[in-house]
C-alpha cells in the first residue's frame, strides 16, 4: 500500500509538474517582458522550486568523456561489461595507452545510484584503469529472476574480481566496505590469486560500537521486526519488478533529508534566490546536487534487512560471527591485502572509529600494509566529493594504490 500511495501521489501531481514546468519557461522567455521584472523573476523562480519538487527523478549519467592525462585531454567511453542479474561493471575506457594500475570502485547499495561517486571517478580516472559497480534498481528486476541479499553482493564483488584479475585494486565507499572487507578476507582464506592488490574503505561501517551515530542508534533501538513491518513494501505495477519485496528509495531519501533538514532547507532557500536575483552559477550547483540527491533507487528486502541484521545489529564482522555459505569471514585472514582506512572527522552516517576498526581487526597483517587517515573538517559526503576530497583526500589514495602496484 505504501508504494502505491507514493505512485499515486506521483501521478496526482503530474499536472502540477507540467504547469510548474511550461509555465516557468513562458516566464523566463526572452521576448517576454514580466520575465525581466523582480515580480516576474520571483514567480519563475516559484515554478521552479514546485517543478524539481514534483519532478520523478530516473537514474542520471556519469557524463564523464573526457579526463586529463599528463596534460592532455583524452576522451573516455563507459563500456558495460560483466553483467549479473542485480548489477554489472561500468569501464571507463580512455583512449591512451598507459599501465596503470586498474581500480575497481564499489559503489554504495544504499538507495542512491553509482553516479552519486561521479566526483570520485573524475578525480581518480587521470591515474588510474577505473571500472564501478552499476547496481540495478530493484523496482526493475523480475521477481522471478531470484533474491539478492548481502551475502550474494559478497559472492557478486568476488566473480568480478575473479574476472578482473590479478592485481586489481578497490575502493569502497560507505556501506560496501563491509561486504568489500568479506570479499578480501574470503578470497585471502581460500589463497585465491585475484584476491584485492590493495583495499581502500572510506566512511565504511566495520563495526558499529565505535561512536555510534543517529543511523546506529535507530538500528539499535528497533527488533528487525518492525523494519520489515515499517519499510518493507512491495513494488507496484506497472514496474518489472512488481510484487518484489523492497526496500523503497523514496523513503531512503526521506530519511536522509530528516536527518539534516535543516541544511536542505537553508539550500533550498539560497536556491530561490540565486534564481531570483539571477546568479544562474550557485543555482547551477545546487540544481546538480539535487538532480543527483533525489535520484534514488530500490533495494531488494532480503539485502536491506541482512545489512540491518548483521551489520548494524549484530556487529558480526567485527565479532567474528560472520558465517559466509558455510565459511567463516575471519579478518585473521589478511595477511597480505594491503588496507587503507580513511574516515571523516565530522562523519554523522559511520563515526569515526567505524572504518579504523578495519585495521584494528586484522591484527595478522603487517603494519606496514595498515594505513589511516582522518580528514579534518570533512562529513560523509565530503569523504568522496568536493574540494576536500580532491584536495586532501584522493592524493592519499593515489599514493597508497601506486605503492602497492605492481605497475609504476
Not at 560507505?174 to 572510506?202: D, F, I, R
Request: aromatic residues 10%; hydrophobic residues 40%; charged residues 25%.
Amino acid at each position: 500500500m505504501l508504494y502505491a500511495f507514493y505512485e499515486l501521489q506521483h501521478a496526482a501531481m503530474a499536472p502540477v509538474h507540467l504547469w510548474a514546468d511550461q509555465s516557468a519557461h513562458l516566464i523566463r522567455h526572452p521576448l517576454n517582458p514580466m520575465g525581466y521584472t523582480l515580480a516576474g523573476r520571483t514567480a519563475a523562480a516559484g515554478c521552479e522550486m514546485i517543478e524539481q519538487l514534483t519532478r520523478r527523478y530516473g537514474k542520471p549519467s556519469f557524463g564523464l568523456h573526457k579526463t586529463v592525462v599528463e596534460g592532455e585531454s583524452v576522451s573516455v567511453q563507459p563500456r558495460r561489461c560483466h553483467r549479473k542479474t542485480f548489477g554489472q561493471l561500468l569501464h571507463f575506457e580512455r583512449a591512451c595507452k598507459r599501465d596503470d594500475p586498474r581500480l575497481l570502485i564499489v559503489a554504495p547499495m544504499s538507495g542512491h545510484f553509482a553516479t552519486l561517486l561521479r566526483g570520485t571517478v573524475e578525480e581518480l580516472l587521470p591515474d588510474h584503469d577505473i571500472y564501478i559497480t552499476d547496481w540495478r534498481d530493484a523496482r526493475d528486476v523480475p521477481l522471478h529472476s531470484g533474491r539478492f541479499d548481502l551475502d550474494d553482493y559478497v559472492g557478486y564483488l568476488m566473480d568480478w574480481l575473479t574476472q578482473l584479475g590479478p592485481d586489481t585494486h578497490v575502493l569502497a565507499v560507505c556501506q560496501p566496505a563491509v561486504p568489500v572487507y568479506a570479499a578480501a578476507c574470503l578470497m585471502e582464506a581460500q589463497g585465491h590469486p585475484a584476491k584485492p592488490a590493495s583495499m581502500t574503505l572510506m566512511g565504511g561501517p566495520i563495526d558499529t560500537r565505535q561512536a555510534p551515530t543517529k543511523v546506529n542508534e535507530l538500528a539499535m533501538t528497533r527488533p528487525l521486526s518492525w523494519f520489515e513491518r515499517n519499510v518493507i513494501t512491495e513494488v507496484p505495477p506497472p514496474n518489472l519488478g512488481f510484487m518484489r519485496r523492497v526496500y523503497p528509495g523514496f523513503l531512503q531519501l526521506a530519511g536522509f533529508m530528516t536527518m539534516n533538514l535543516d541544511d536542505h532547507v537553508l539550500k533550498h532557500q539560497k536556491l530561490f534566490k540565486h534564481l531570483i536575483t539571477g546568479d544562474e552559477d550557485s543555482a547551477e550547483k545546487t540544481r546538480a546536487f539535487y538532480e543527483e540527491y533525489r535520484s534514488v533507487m530500490d533495494i531488494t528486502a532480503e539485502f536491506y534487512l541482512q545489512t540491518i541484521d548483521l551489520v548494524f545489529q549484530r556487529q558480526a564482522l567485527a565479532r567474528g560471527e560472520w558465517v559466509w555459505h558455510g565459511e567463516v569471514v575471519d579478518p585473521l585472514a589478511l595477511r597480505q591485502t594491503p588496507v587503507l582506512a580513511i574516515e571523516g572527522e565530522l562523519d554523522d552516517i559511520s563515526g569515526v572509529g567505524q572504518t579504523r576498526a578495519a585495521l584494528d581487526l586484522a591484527v595478522n597483517l603487517p603494519e606496514s600494509r595498515r594505513e589511516y587517515f582522518l580528514a579534518e573538517g570533512v562529513g560523509h559526503y565530503g569523504i568522496f566529493n568536493g574540494s576536500k576530497w580532491r584536495r586532501l583526500i584522493a592524493p592519499q589514495v593515489r599514493r597508497f594504490i601506486r605503492r602497492h602496484s605492481s605497475t609504476h
